[in-house]
């Protein structure tokens, strides 16, 4: 990895010299569970989510392994980090990209941990093919490299329900894995969408629990919500049983 030559502060980069040897296009075939986590928008509560579900393994005693692709994330232990959030470092695409983390998961592999946490960025399936923005192929390189086991989604109340449904069929289709459980962001927008950068208000409990039945009977897959200490603890449980 790529770094800052300034020794007051240092910086994640990730470049072409730092890509494996190709091995004739053979990747390691990575036997340590892997939970993804993944999201709809930016601003949903993704990272969070992810260190609450780390805290809760780690308090009973789980060890465990952890990619982020925030900034931050080697502020808080993790394993390695692939900072493709905004203004990304990363300057490898493609298949040097998964070839890169699929080496990086080996390597944590390879402590012995017993399962392995990967949050990636938001914006899974594109809502529309009109600008190139729109089109999150370094995500899908991202995703087909840490090939979970399982997935997490991430989701906004005023989300649309199709758009839903489709993410939720995307990645388990392209990733050939499975979405085990939603988990909505607990703050909705004052103004409609176009305010996202803006001002939002709570999601009372009354609206999240007539989204929830709504989302458990159309897509048929758990609902649970972020800032419910109570409903966190059972996406554990749930999570600690998919993988038994």
Avoid: H, W
Avoid at 139 to 163: G, H, K, Q, R, T
Avoid at 191 to 200: L, Q, R, V
Avoid at 222 to 228: A, G, H, K, P, S
């Amino acid at each position: 990895m790529k770094t800052s030559q300034n020794k007051n502060y240092f910086y994640p980069r990730i470049g072409s010299e730092n890509v494996f040897p190709y091995r004739e296009g053979m990747l390691y075939r990575i036997t340590t569970p892997i939970l993804g986590f993944m999201g709809t928008t930016s601003f949903q509560g993704k990272f969070t989510l992810q260190l609450e579900i780390r805290k809760r393994l780690l308090k009973d005693g789980y060890l465990v392994g952890e990619v982020g692709t925030e900034p931050s994330s080697l502020l808080f232990s993790m394993n390695a980090v692939i900072p493709m959030g905004y203004n990304s470092t990363v300057e490898i695409v493609g298949k040097e990209l998964i070839n890169y983390i699929n080496n990086i998961l080996f390597k944590i592999s390879n402590k012995n941990v017993e399962i392995i946490l990967a949050g990636a960025q938001a914006g899974t399936l594109c809502y529309d093919t009109g600008n190139l923005s729109r089109f999150n192929i370094d995500i899908y390189s991202y995703m087909l490299a840490i090939d979970p086991d399982f997935v997490i989604l991430s989701f906004n109340s005023f989300d649309n329900i199709e758009y839903l449904i489709k993410t939720v069929s995307f990645i388990e289709a392209a990733f050939n894995t499975k979405v085990i459980a939603l988990v909505m962001f607990p703050l909705e927008l004052k103004d409609g969408y176009f305010s996202i950068f803006k001002a939002k208000q709570y999601v009372s409990n009354d609206c999240y629990l007539n989204l929830k039945r709504n989302l458990e009977s159309k897509i048929g897959i758990n609902v649970y919500r972020l800032d419910d200490y109570y409903e966190i603890n059972n996406l554990y449980e749930q999570i600690i049983k998919s993988f038994e």
